[in-house]
């Protein structure tokens, strides 16, 4: 015990990191015994380089940036009935899995629990997971045949999540039979000067590593297993905060498969140039996001000759990857982004600090920043009043009040 006591303390200093033991002595063994495994899993060197990047200006990508190909759903005329075809095929033979990511904090909405149980004011009250799984098993009927609900939580919210499931008899889905929970994976916080945070509990404070860590996570936790077990081929990958997300859709999977592609995403049309949106594009040649802070106006502007934007594909985070897209993802490394929010921590004299404003970095992996892996995808435009209300913040725009009156027109109609 001294001597693995001994390394770890050579080893803090080495990093400038020795506060992480500073309320050691006052821990019980068993969370001692946490503490250290986690100290002895943390990747230094990597936390280093990532608080280290968010003083680095971001460096302007040097790749060539090319718009891509989408089809719009109501241009598709007669073709849209062959899609619809295909697509449902896969779907009746039992290929078709829903993943939801449900590991994020949710900071800006500000609800006290996972994001999935916030309830966005309808006049049924329903929680985002039941709206959600509404959609699924509604849909999935059409075609006589369960589709199976893989759920990404995060350690912050898992627990809460799983509980939340089981008072809502898991919304008719059977546990661990057709509908399945994973942890994605975590990062330790840093403070301004690149200091690991000791969380409320003692330990190291992490956060979840971003819906980037979603391809890893499946992967890890053995759900791509499952999913081979299970006949699954092709898996949506969406969301928790979008109640519109249309998830079982039989036309945008028979125009990723017509296309011969292994991964597609939908896209919204960008409300006007200067929407702060990431859209689909290809760089150097391959499949990616341009990121609003990274596009030029005049690229903004551009259009084509049906005076559409050449760039105006939004991200709506609503994807469908075929098995092996996803393993492929899974294994390389991805880039982390910074995000500064705020954290409550144990500083160095004891106390509990809960902070009204930003103090801490979280490292994020981003789901799209993996497309590049994929030699193409299919891009596919949707309605956003048919398939776009995301709940974000708590007032304003993208908030349970325009997710809600988007939710109360559609289903009007
Ligand atoms: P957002 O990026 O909007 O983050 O996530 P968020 O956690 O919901 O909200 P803020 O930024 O803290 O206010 C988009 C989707 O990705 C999931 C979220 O749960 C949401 O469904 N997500 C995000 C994860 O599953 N894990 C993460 O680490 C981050």
New binding site residues.
Partial sequence: MEERLEAIKEKLKKYGQEHLLNGYENLDEKKQKVLLSQIENIDFDLIKSLYQNTAKEIKKSDAKVEPIEYLDKYKLKDKFKYYQEIGEKEIKQGKLAAVT?????????GHNGP?GTFDIGLDSHKSLFELLSENIKNEAKKYNVVVPWFI?T?DENNEATIEFFKKHNFFGYEYNKNIFFFK?GKLPMVDTEGRILIGEDGLIKQA????G?VYEALLKNGMIEKMKQMGIEWIYIG???NCLAKIVDPVFMGVTIDKGVIGASKSVVKANPKENVGVFCKKNGRPSIIEYTEISPEMAEAVDKNGELLYGESNI?CHVFKLSAIEKMAVEPLPYHSAFKKATYIDRTGNVVVPETPNAYKF?AFLFDAFGELDDMAVFRVKREEEFAPV?NATGVDSPETARTLYNSLYKK
């Fill in positions: 990511m449900a590991g994020g904090q949710g900071t800006r909405l994001k990404m995060s994605q979840a590593d971003g819906h860590g969301g928790v905060d985070l994020e974000k």
